[in-house]
Each structure stands twice: as structure tokens, then as C-alpha cells.
């Protein structure tokens, strides 16, 4: 089992930045990689953003690519979300999630609670 705790979302003025933390707990040895979703209001969740946890090696979703940069800390049980140049088409829930590879490709069964970011305009 993995636990994931989210924290550093809240209220930030347009351009501003926010660094959001994501913390594994438990059996973190059988994560493959780490990842990002995020989810506005009556939409779907998207894909963001993920990392290698062995390797570092990261992968961006265009909606994501250029402002936000993802990156696990020195201990292997942290991955963070560096956001840059905030819009307020930002201002919505951002998930972090562990993934498994498995026979049947990268899956996520470990789920954060998620963190609000609002991006004031």
C-alpha cells in the first residue's frame, strides 16, 4: 500500500508561483513513477506531468509544458510541481498520483486527497 499527501496549493495572484509537494508514505518501493493530474470543475481529469522515481526522467502534457516543471527531492519520497507564471485558467484541483508498471502498462491506483489552487486575476 502507498499513501500521498498533497500540500502548498492556495490563493495566488495571476503571474505569481506556487510549489506544491506531493509526500509517499508505506510501500514506496513499488512505485515506478510519480505523477500529476489536475481537475477543474465538471471536467475530467487530465494527465499533467510525471517523473521516473529511479531515474528523474520527467514527461509534460502541453498543458503543462513550459511554466510547470516536476522533480522528486533528495530522499526518493517527495515529488514537487513547480508553477510558474500562474492564469487563472489554472484555478483548479491538482492530484498527485503513484504509478505501477505492470503487464498492462503504467497504471494508478494511489491517489493524494488533491490541493485547490486559485489563481486570482
Known amino acids: 500500500q502507498v499513501q500521498l499527501v498533497e500540500s502548498g496549493g492556495g490563493l495566488v495572484q495571476a503571474g505569481g508561483s506556487l510549489r506544491l509537494s506531493c509526500a509517499a508514505s508505506?510501500?514506496?518501493?513499488?512505485?515506478?513513477?510519480m505523477a500529476w493530474f489536475r481537475q477543474a470543475p465538471g471536467k475530467e481529469r487530465e494527465f499533467g506531468a510525471s517523473?521516473?522515481?529511479?531515474?528523474?526522467?520527467?514527461y509534460y502534457a502541453d498543458s503543462m509544458k513550459g511554466r510547470f516543471i516536476i522533480s522528486r527531492d533528495n530522499t526518493k519520497n517527495t515529488v514537487t510541481l513547480q508553477m510558474n507564471s500562474l492564469k487563472p485558467e489554472d484555478t483548479v484541483v491538482y492530484y498527485c498520483a503513484a504509478g505501477r508498471l505492470t503487464t498492462a502498462g503504467v497504471q494508478y491506483p494511489y491517489w493524494g486527497q488533491g490541493t485547490q489552487v486559485t489563481v486570482s486575476s
Open positions: 517523473i521516473t522515481w529511479s531515474t528523474a526522467s520527467t
Open positions: 508505506g510501500r514506496t518501493d513499488i512505485i515506478y513513477k
